[in-house]
């Protein structure tokens, strides 16, 4: 079963939490058991698996990738976004996860997050269960 969802993101970059989704799928689904990608079909966006409980740590991961990856007048890419690219490539379009017990598999202080490097935009995310 295949799904997409859409998400809105409302800065350039940010990571939005897509759990609430994410398990409404599940359960409709009637899957218990299985495994669940979560794809994101845009080059910069990605999806990431992080801490939930508190709020800094999505703060921190997006400084430091706006450290690591600072948009650059020296890029040579037209549309002057190549660094939401590379954050992109660096985090991943993809998450797999184990279903058990219609929820999703994940640690306590786990959540789902879509992250956005090229917004404000409405974005979709593919979830697929098997």
Same mark, same amino acid.
């Given at each position: 079963?295949?799904? /997409?969802?859409? %998400?809105? #993101?409302?800065?350039?970059?940010?990571?939005?939490?897509? @759990?609430?989704?994410?398990? /409404?799928?599940? !359960?409709?689904?009637?899957?218990?058991?299985? %495994?669940?990608? %979560?794809?994101?079909?845009?080059?910069? &966006?990605?999806?990431?698996?992080?801490?939930? &409980? @508190?709020?800094?740590? %999505?703060?921190?991961?997006?400084?430091?990738?706006?450290?690591?990856?600072?948009? !650059?007048? +020296?890029?040579?890419?037209?549309?002057?976004?190549? @660094? &939401?690219?590379?954050? &992109? #490539?660096?985090?991943?379009? #993809? /998450?797999?996860?184990?279903? +058990?017990?219609? !929820?999703?598999?994940?640690?306590?202080?786990? +959540?789902?997050?879509?992250?956005?490097? @090229?917004?404000?935009?409405? !974005?979709?995310?593919?979830?697929?269960?098997?």
């Amino acid at each position: 079963m295949v799904k /997409e969802i859409s %998400v809105i #993101s409302n800065t350039r970059e940010e990571m939005i939490n897509i @759990d609430p989704a994410v398990a /409404e799928f599940i !359960r409709g689904s009637e899957v218990r058991e299985g %495994v669940l990608t %979560v794809f994101i079909p845009h080059t910069t &966006a990605a999806v990431t698996i992080n801490e939930n &409980a @508190d709020p800094r740590v %999505v703060g921190d991961i997006l400084t430091e990738l706006r450290t690591m990856v600072p948009k !650059r007048a +020296s890029h040579t890419h037209g549309e002057g976004n190549s @660094d &939401a690219h590379i954050k &992109a #490539s660096l985090i991943g379009h #993809s /998450e797999r996860l184990i279903v +058990s017990g219609g !929820r999703p598999l994940l640690g306590t202080w786990q +959540s789902i997050y879509f992250c956005e490097f @090229d917004g404000p935009r409405t !974005r979709r995310i593919f979830l697929h269960i098997q």
